[in-house]
């Protein structure tokens, strides 16, 4: 078994065909078609289900795949490790929750590409579970998570430190508890790392029966919250300005559950690669006047 089979057998894994594989590869489909074969015949077992939409992984190639990944992963870190000549050049592929890439990251950004423009930077924005995903199946160089996260394979460390209130419309009935049984609260789909937090925060408030409203989106988010719509919880920073309106009112939580933490997650072991340790120096000035650190 070579490596350059698992880099094949990874690509039709991950793409679910061969033209799509071969596309990957610079080759044609024939080449993947044989390397497959060749390699299923070497294992003694079949690798894939082949059907008129593609190919789909038997269970002995899910047990494969994993091997294949960090293969792939391996190649492409050898080769980055090999041409970084010490000057940013490249891809960066970040990954990032939307609050913290409206509020802490698009300045970042924006002074790390006009000072390295030799850098590719790809922001993705998406759920903790998603981000997590990503980084460790390497598809995401580094991603900015809501915390905590414990995983072997992963590297964590603090960034920014958030405080979570609630937020209702200033023209709801200010009188009422916030939090009741019958509350409407206003949340992002499953996966959201707040909405598991604000989860959280019913329960310890003993709320059993609540309806739930899911948006998108923090803008939907935040208009149907100045509507009367519902609760709220989000981050004190992304709803300032909506209290600055005069459209919500913000109610402090306290306690624990009302302090989160924003991490910066790269695989153990990922090579330090000289885009990402310069985009950190770029980070670090502005985690440092959250009262956190980063380091390199």
Not at 7 to 26: D, K, P, Q, S
Not at 84 to 106: I, K, M, V, W, Y
Request: overall charge negative.
């Amino acid at each position: 078994m070579e490596l350059s089979d698992l880099r094949t057998f990874e690509a039709v894994a991950r793409l679910g065909g061969m033209n799509r594989a071969a596309a990957e590869l610079n080759t044609v489909q024939s080449n993947v078609t044989s390397r497959i074969r060749a390699l299923e015949r070497e294992l003694g077992t079949e690798l894939f289900r082949r059907h008129s939409r593609g190919v789909e992984l038997t269970r002995a190639g899910a047990r494969l795949l994993p091997f294949a990944s960090k293969a792939a992963w391996v190649l492409a870190e050898a080769r980055r490790a090999v041409l970084d000549d010490g000057f940013p050049s490249g891809r960066l592929d970040l990954g990032s929750l939307e609050t913290t890439a409206a509020l802490r990251l698009s300045p970042v950004i924006a002074a790390f590409t006009a000072a390295h423009p030799a850098v590719a930077v790809n922001l993705r924005v998406g759920s903790n579970e998603v981000l997590i995903g990503q980084v460790l199946e390497h598809s995401l160089d580094a991603a900015f998570v809501c915390g905590p996260v414990d995983h072997p394979e992963l590297e964590a460390e603090v960034v920014f430190e958030e405080e979570l209130v609630l937020a209702r419309s200033a023209y709801a009935d200010l009188d009422a508890p916030a939090l009741a049984d019958g509350a409407r609260i206003i949340v992002k789909s499953p996966g959201c790392a707040y909405r598991d937090r604000f989860e959280a925060v019913l329960g310890a408030a003993g709320v059993r029966e609540h309806a739930v409203l899911e948006f998108g989106t923090l803008d939907a988010i935040i208009g149907c919250v100045k509507a009367g719509l519902g609760v709220t919880m989000l981050p004190r920073s992304v709803l300032v300005a909506a209290e600055a309106a005069g459209d919500v009112v913000l109610e402090p939580l306290g306690g624990e559950l009302a302090a989160v933490e924003t991490l910066l997650v790269r695989r153990r072991g990922a090579t330090g690669f000289s885009a990402l340790r310069e985009f950190l120096s770029y980070l670090r000035p502005v985690a440092d006047g959250d009262g956190c650190g980063i380091a390199a």
